[in-house]
């Protein structure tokens, strides 16, 4: 019932841009907390932002802070991503997720985005 579908993504050089959109239905999207998560090659996956319901109140993780920003439409049901000054460590996948991530990325419960793959070349 719950669907979350991701796009945007690519392949960008280092300081270079890009933003990724998560789509939403089947939940009252504007009540819930969101949260984007990456997982980089052979690793673990690693909370990047969370956002309020009412986009008010932000967080970020320490290796993206001051580069990226998260934001959402309420009204057109749909997480945004903004990534700027992207960094080659920045490479991963990208997943949108319900709720509070920060001490959850890895966990697979709850609802998650399909992926979608950020790559950062020199």
């Known amino acids: 019932q719950v669907q979350l579908v991701q796009t945007g993504g690519g392949l960008v050089q280092p300081g270079g841009s890009l933003r990724l959109s998560c789509a939403a239905a089947?939940?009252?999207?504007?009540?819930?907390?969101m949260s984007w998560v990456r997982q980089a090659p052979g690793k673990g996956r690693e909370w990047v932002s969370v956002?309020?319901?009412?986009?008010?109140?932000?967080y970020y993780a320490d290796s993206v802070k001051g580069r990226f920003t998260i934001s959402r439409d309420n009204a057109k049901n749909v997480l945004f991503l903004q990534m700027n000054s992207l960094k080659p460590e920045d490479t991963a996948v990208y997943y949108c997720?319900?709720?509070?991530?920060?001490?959850?990325?890895?966990?697979?419960?709850?609802?998650w985005g399909q992926g979608t793959q950020v790559t950062v070349f020199p």
């Open positions: 089947g939940f009252t999207f504007s009540r819930h907390t």
């Open positions: 956002i309020r319901s009412d986009g008010n109140t932000t």
């Open positions: 997720a319900d709720g509070d991530r920060r001490r959850s990325a890895d966990a697979h419960i709850g609802s």
